[in-house]
């Protein structure tokens, strides 16, 4: 491999031991470009790559909030404005107990290149907390939201950095972020974040993008592959927001999720989540979420508990949409084993490093990575920013045929990529290239700093 990439990659192990997300995202991303920086001898001149595995910024605030009880708690907030080369900071907030630097810093920078592959003006970034929403109540969201905005609105605006949602954060946190981002300001600049309410500036189409393009990228992998989507029967992990999405979306188009996996167990239902279980889904959800149990119940299907479904057979595609590292080696090997062709990751870097490569040399199989399977989502956040500051709304048949027309884009920009490089159909790669090349030309434009 390019020496240059191998010493940043070295340098960025021994200064990050104690961050293994981040170092993770760093390897899979200088490796894939390898072949650019190789036909690129001014990028080391330049020292590109040190330039770009680090933050721009990256700061930890003070988030203060009292309990129903009277109690008062304190958790750490977080944001990563990684990397502004080619827009204002864009990615979204993860409230989750297990939130470290790393997990902020490996999102922020898998963020960087997935706004990229967008097509759409938006740098990368991430934030966050520690805070558990799990069994909070409204009134304690709401004061743990307005606690956190007090502490960064000075640091994020519509030209600046458009924070939005991810694990533990939608809709109701963002309106809540939201209200006090104006109180304070006192501005209307709702540009400021995004998956904000319809009735104040929200996108059509936002809380189901990332599950909507997630399987408008696998009908076009079908379609390279001279196959369609209907009949298919996809395998999946997490059944949040983007689980949700594609679960609906693929009965639309008349595929079906027959399996799925939550914190408890998964569940399989060869008929797949069609009809009214979309919206059963959602209610038990809203219920516990932790719980999937409550469908094989309701519905009188298998429920196996403590799983996940990676191995199953009798599937088409495998599409790992909870949480980072889901499917590690031993899972890796059960999927192959499985026969099945596709493997779509869904959610942000859901496999480890020796995981994808060994399914990536899998010649039975196609793999395509999250950070552009999963980029419907915050290409729809691009698109809610372009309504914001035209003061204009989109209708949702818009807004769809936009994010069709930006997963189109992205699989091909991929496709090429890979070949310009003579790596054949390597989505992997593919992305890291495309995605890379402009966050690097514009870096390299705009001088050293
Ligand atoms: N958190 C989402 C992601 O991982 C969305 C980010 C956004 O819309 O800014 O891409």
Redesign the pocket.
Known sequence: MNAYVQSVIENVRKKHGNEPEFVQTVEEVLTSVAPMVDKHPEYEKADLLNRMVEPERMFTFRVVWTDDNGQTHTNIGYRCQFNGAIGPY???LRFQPNVTPSIIKF?GFE?TF?NSLTGLPMGGGKGGSDFDPAGKSDAEIMRFCQSFMSALYRYIGPDID?????MGVGGREIGYLYGQYRRLKGVWENGVL??KGFSYGGSLIRPEA?GYGAIYYLQEVLAHEGDTIEGKRIAISGYGNVGWGIMKKAAELGAKVTYFAGPDGYIHDPDGVVGEKLDYILEMRAKDPMHCKPYADKYGVEFVPGEKCWGVKDVDVYMPAATQNDVRMEQAEKIAASGVKYYIEVA?MPTTNDALDFLRGQKHMIVAPSKAV?AG??AV?GLEMSQNSERLVWTAEEVDEKLKGIMKVIHQMSVDAAEEYGLGYDLVAGANLAGFKKVAEAMMEQGIF
Do not use: C, Y
């Not at 458009?162 to 991810?166: I, K, L, Q, S």
């Open positions: 864009k990615g979204g999102l963020q997935k458009v924070p939005a949602g991810d995004t998956g990332t942000n999963n989502g915050v956040s």
